[in-house]
């Protein structure tokens, strides 16, 4: 059984920064691409950054700039550092993974159940 943790997040301040990890088990994760995602409230969820198996990112034009993806696959794992944080970055941060690559949402196949986001000050 595929599981993907999230872990990292919690109530940070403005202009802070926040480094989140996925961890990924029942699954060979160096052939999957992974994708993180957020939701705020009453907002559709959002693509944040995909890395591929060779570490290849992308970031839509909204998110470039303060987010950085990387991968650790002896860890199994995908890290998000959040940095400079903003009130508007309140959210729900979901990992996903998926056996190729793709910017698409409805192309990931496993999901993380989330982790709380809030920045306040």
């Known amino acids: 059984q595929v599981q993907l943790v999230e872990s990292g997040g919690g109530l940070v301040h403005p202009g802070d920064s926040l480094t989140l990890s996925c961890a990924v088990s029942?699954?060979?994760?160096?052939?999957?691409?992974a994708g993180w995602f957020r939701q705020a409230p009453g907002k559709e969820r959002e693509l944040i950054s995909v890395?591929?198996?060779?570490?290849?990112?992308y970031y839509p034009d909204s998110m470039k700039g303060r987010f950085i993806t990387s991968r650790d696959d002896a860890k199994s794992t995908v890290y998000l550092q959040i940095n400079s944080l903003k009130f508007e970055d309140t959210a729900v941060y979901y990992c996903?993974?998926?056996?190729?690559?793709?910017?698409?949402?409805?192309?990931?196949?496993?999901w993380g159940q989330g982790t709380q986001v809030t920045v306040s000050s």
């Open positions: 890395i591929s198996t060779t570490d290849h990112t």
């Open positions: 029942g699954a060979t994760f160096d052939y999957y691409a």
């Open positions: 996903a993974i998926y056996t190729g690559w793709s910017i698409w949402e409805s192309d990931f196949e496993y």
